[in-house]
């Protein structure tokens, strides 16, 4: 083993040479001086005043924090730190309102990356759903062709009535009344189908976008 920078104790045990002591105590001494310097730091404070210009203080004016200030070290002026403005609640509201588009928009893109691998896939894809909904939109429109014309059959019983000088039975316009309301019914489903085909022609154009820029916008989702 290397004696030189070791000496023997009276009980024959070693401990550090002169030269080591030295080099630690320089060391604790710079590292002493380090943590007085950082703890003797200072920081001011810098914001604009009410004329638009800036101010430097070891304190701020509690009436000024809202609007943003910056922290800067007392003795370089380096800036450290900036503090931004407190949002008011509109503000507050939007900003979520932007996340909340961004994480959609982001949802959307990977779910396009994950089922499609070119734009032609989406082409595909848009003219097998538009076509299962053509027909739903084709049915609809049956069953609302033969309800108009039952109650075209309804009525004309409910005339012959009439010109014969007889009221018009209670189940006659019970029928009358119960085909009015299938025929409306049947002519807001055919409405909201044919909505879906336009919703749905718009969801694939906006995954072409998307697929292609490779990029998402949360502007294309706005205009929703």
Same mark, same amino acid.
Do not use: W
């Given at each position: ?19 080591v002591?030295?080099h ?16 003797s ?6 914001w ?7 101010e430097v ?17 007392g ?5 450290l ?10 503000e507050y ?11 959609e ?6 779910r396009?990356?994950s ?15 538009? @076509? ?11 069953? *609302? +062709?033969? &309800?108009?014309?039952?109650? =075209?059959? %309804? ?7 009439? @010109?014969?000088?007889k009221t ?5 316009l019970a029928? *009358? +009344?119960? &085909?009015?309301?299938?025929? =409306?019914t %049947? ?27 490779n990029d998402c ?7 929703r």
């Open positions: 083993m290397n004696q030189t920078n070791r000496i023997a104790t009276p009980a024959g045990q070693n401990c550090p040479s002169r030269f002591v030295r630690l105590a320089a060391f604790l001494i710079v590292s002493g001086l380090l943590v007085a310097q950082i703890a730091a200072q920081v001011v404070y810098r604009t005043n009410a004329d638009g210009k800036p203080s070891h304190s701020i004016p509690a009436d000024v924090v809202h609007k943003g200030y910056e922290i800067l070290d003795n370089t002026m380096n800036r730190k900036v503090v931004p403005p407190q949002m008011t609640d509109g509201t939007e900003q979520l309102a932007r996340e909340k588009a961004q994480a928009c982001q949802r959307t893109l990977n396009i990356y089922r499609y691998e070119k734009l032609e896939d989406i082409d595909d894809a848009e003219v097998s759903a538009l @076509r299962k909904l053509d027909v739903r939109v084709s049915n609809a429109q049956q069953d *609302l +062709t033969r &309800a108009k014309r039952e109650l =075209a059959k %309804l009525e004309s019983s409910a005339a012959s009535q009439e @010109r014969q000088g018009v039975s209670k189940a006659l029928e *009358l +009344t119960s &085909a009015n309301s299938q025929i =409306a %049947l002519e807001r489903e055919l409405g909201q189908r044919k909505q879906g085909r336009e919703d749905m022609q718009h969801d694939f154009e906006l995954e072409r976008l998307m697929f292609n820029a916008n949360v502007e294309h989702l706005a205009r």
